[in-house]
Nanobody
Framework: QVQLVESGGGLVQTGGSLRLSCAASGRTFSRYAVGWFRQAPGKERNFVAAISLSGAITYYGDSVKGRFTISRDNAKNTVYLQMNSLEPEDTAVYYC???????????????WGQGTQVTVSS
């Protein structure tokens, strides 16, 4: 069992930056791949980024490549999402999720956090 808690969301202007954190409970966090997804009102939950167990492999959604960076610190049971050059289209609730395999789809993850709101003003 893994419990995930996201933090770091907020309101930022276009071009600004935020760093989201996903803190996990449990000593087996390093056994899980972690993904970030986002969901805007009335839209599907979309893939943002994912990172492998060791952090050696990362995937990004096309709309965030070159602007977002995912990383993890297994000693701190935390995964980060550094978001730069934010745009109004990035406005959404951001969720982190953990699963046994690295995946770009929500169905690939078992454990989910409650989400954190990111709002980018124009």
């Amino acid at each position: 069992q893994v419990q995930l808690v996201e933090s770091g969301g907020g309101l930022v202007q276009t071009g600004g930056s935020l760093r989201l954190s996903c803190a996990a409970s449990g000593r087996t966090f390093s056994r899980y791949a972690v993904g970030w997804f986002r969901q805007a009102p009335g839209k599907e939950r979309n893939f943002v980024a994912a990172i492998s167990l060791s952090g050696a492999i990362t995937y990004y959604g096309d709309s965030v490549k070159g602007r977002f960076t995912i990383s993890r610190d297994n000693a701190k049971n935390t995964v980060y999402l550094q978001m730069n050059s934010l745009e109004p289209e990035d406005t959404a609730v951001y969720y982190c999720a953990a699963g046994s395999l690295l995946s770009k789809v929500p169905q690939g993850y078992v454990y989910w956090g409650q989400g954190t709101q990111v709002t980018v003003s124009s």
